[in-house]
């Protein structure tokens, strides 16, 4: 009925987007939870009534994928992680828009993560296994689990027998839950979405560690992009929990809304990788075998 419902509140706006006008495109990873592509077609169909003009979500594997898009005005907005964020960019080619309030506050956790039968307790006990990183730009996925390491004087190929990535935190959960991986890390936010939505591989997995908090993934535009576009898409983003249609596309992402942020909370990411880019200045970012 929630579905029924959530459609005849989009077919009841009438579609007027320019079709003079390029399309805006803004892209996405598996921060956001991609299974069900029926929900990006009605969240843009909200962002095109929104702003009156047609807006298309770009798909790719990976954050370096879409933060190539961005330096190379492939896309004009993105929903990123923190740890791409925080990196430098000589020149810059990037702002912070908007970040999604999550439970209350513009904030989420790493979880690491292992098989619910296993007798692992700790971090430390996940030595000589395998263990599965999210994506090499992922502050949740992998910047976490490193910096843990550093603070043991350990590196992931001499404390990890092996380790992959999967670039995408539900398949982090699936390979865990499925025993592909002894461990992994991921994005607490997907994790409880998980559990929610696909609670047949959450339920298989347990919680042995949980990070401080940090600041949620944001919302991105590329400099370059016409002011006005983008005071229109942070506004439309920033209202959707005010108006009846907003809040139900929010309750499918399971956010309260998205709010406007200081860089400064992503402070905690920064001074991580700071961390361990002074500790270990070329940080593996392939898989060991």
Known sequence: MRLIYLLSLLWAFPTYAADTEPPIRFGLTAVVVTENLRFLDQWSEYLEHKMGRKVEFVLRKSYREVMDLLDSGGIEFAWICGYPYVQKREPESLRLLTVPIYRGAPRYHSYIIVHNSSPYRRFDDLKGKVFAFSDPDSNSGFLYPLALMIKKGEKSEAFFRQT???FNHAETV???SEQ????????????????VFRPDITEKTRIIKKSPSFGFPPIVSRLGVNASTVKIMKNTLEKMDRDPSGKALLARLKLDGFGNYSDSLFNEIRAMANTIQKSWPTPPMLPTD
């Open 164 to 166: 992959f990535f999967t």
């Open 174 to 176: 699936q390979a865990v």
């Open 180 to 195: 592909v991986a002894d461990g992994g890390a991921v994005d607490s936010y997907i994790w409880e979405y998980l559990a």
